[in-house]
Every structure is written in structure tokens, then in C-alpha cells.
């Protein structure tokens, strides 16, 4: 158990349906992201929120809308999706969001998302 | 880009025998991380090493980082089964969030 958990563990849904990915932390951190897990491909960073705030936008497509109503949740709202977008989605929190320092991240167990 | 390289790609060994497997990276870093990714799960940190420090210890796990060549390696001892995982080494250099590589795909052979 890393204090992190993720819901719901696994997801089908259909290119036209409407899903969110769930993601709380009880570690106490202030910083916490969304990643994408491809099959065969590198880890992707997607969001970065610190203190509740969005810090880092890596290029995502507009149907993925991260939100963090409070320091201890974070939500990925799903629409519209492709098949190209299955994947594990990984989400982690960590302490801060400052350069250097300590910024160990602990990352929940994922959601296997499956778009048909 | 910051992204690290794991090498070798795979890495198949008999369980009790040492692992060894390399990292580089392109920019200036303040810290590298190791991280192992069990199938289809979430990564868990394994160890931090700063970059004033060139080598650091955690149980079987011995990191060693060499700034002037931009690369780390990770030494796991006495291999087990449940070693066999995937192993990551993300960096930080500013601000920016971890970057990813694919990783060293790690099997233990009973």
C-alpha cells in the first residue's frame, strides 16, 4: 500500500460514453499527477497539479479534463475517447512540486482503461 | 529532452545472481530516482540518489551515480523472484515533472 489509491481498477467504455478516473492520496502531499501507460511505450506525464493549481500541461487532447478539488483528490473526466487511448493510467502524488528536494512520487495501482 | 535510458532493454538471470542495469540521461539533474513497475501495476520508488552523492545504499540495492558521465546503474544482490519487475529511472532537472524511459525489463529465473 503506497497511500494511494485509484477507481475504478479496471474500465471499458465505448468511444461515445462519458467515464471519470478517480484518484486519492492520504499521505498528506501537496502535488499530484496523471500518467499514461502504453503498451510498449514510455510512461507519459499528463497533468501536474500543485496546491490544487494546474503546473504542467503536457499537450493532452481536450478529452481528458484533469480536476483537483482539494488536495487529496484528483480526477481524470473521460469523453469522447479513441481505442489509441487504451492504457493503464497511473496517478501519483508527492510532497511538493519544486525543483530539487525530495520529490519522491508514490503512484496508486492504476486503472486499465479499455476503449472500444 | 530529460528523459532517462534504461540499458539493457531486458535482462534475464538466474535467481541468487546479481542484476546490474544502467541509466543516462541528457541534462543537468538535481536527483535521479529508481522506481520498479511490477506487470501491469504502479511503480514503486526504490531509492534517491542526489547529485552531490555518488553512491547510496538500501537493502540489497546499491546505486551509484556518475554526474561527469551523465549515467546511474542499479546493483540488486542475491537476485529473487520477486525481483522480476521493471525498472525505471526518472530525473528531475528544474521544475518539470518526471520523464519516463522504458525501462529494464528484468526476469528472474527459479
Known amino acids: 500500500e503506497t497511500g494511494v489509491t485509484q477507481t475504478p481498477r479496471h474500465l471499458v467504455m465505448g468511444m461515445t460514453n462519458k467515464k471519470s478516473l478517480k484518484c486519492e492520496q492520504h499521505?498528506?502531499?501537496?502535488?499530484m499527477y496523471w500518467y499514461k501507460q502504453s503498451a510498449k511505450k514510455p510512461l507519459e506525464l499528463m497533468f501536474v497539479?500543485?496546491?490544487?493549481?494546474?503546473?504542467e500541461n503536457n499537450s493532452v487532447p481536450s478529452r481528458f479534463s484533469p480536476e483537483c478539488p482539494n488536495s487529496s483528490h484528483l480526477f481524470l473526466h473521460l469523453h469522447t475517447l479513441q481505442p489509441e487511448d487504451s492504457a493503464l493510467y497511473l496517478c501519483?502524488?508527492?510532497?511538493?512540486?519544486?525543483?530539487?528536494?525530495?520529490?519522491?512520487?508514490?503512484f496508486g495501482p492504476g486503472t486499465r482503461l479499455t476503449v472500444l | 529532452s530529460q528523459q532517462g535510458e534504461e540499458d539493457p532493454q531486458a535482462l534475464s538471470i538466474q535467481e541468487g545472481e546479481n542484476a546490474t542495469m544502467n541509466c543516462s540521461y541528457k541534462?543537468?539533474?538535481?536527483?535521479l530516482q529508481w522506481y520498479r513497475q511490477n506487470s501491469g501495476r504502479g511503480l514503486v520508488h526504490l531509492i534517491l540518489?542526489?547529485?552531490?552523492?555518488r553512491e547510496k545504499h538500501s537493502g540489497r540495492l546499491r546505486v551509484t551515480l556518475d554526474t561527469s558521465k551523465k549515467s546511474s546503474s542499479l546493483l540488486i544482490t542475491a537476485s529473487r523472484a520477486a525481483d522480476t519487475a521493471s525498472y525505471f529511472c526518472?530525473?528531475?532537472?528544474?521544475?518539470?515533472?518526471?520523464?519516463f524511459g522504458k525501462g529494464t525489463h528484468l526476469i528472474i529465473q527459479p
Open positions: 501519483a502524488s508527492s510532497q511538493d512540486y519544486t525543483s530539487g528536494g525530495n520529490n519522491e512520487q508514490f
Open positions: 499521505l498528506g502531499h501537496n502535488a
Open positions: 497539479y500543485s496546491l490544487e493549481e494546474r503546473v
Open positions: 541534462t543537468s539533474i538535481n536527483n
Open positions: 540518489i542526489r547529485s552531490n552523492e
Open positions: 526518472p530525473h528531475r532537472g528544474g521544475a518539470d515533472g518526471l520523464t
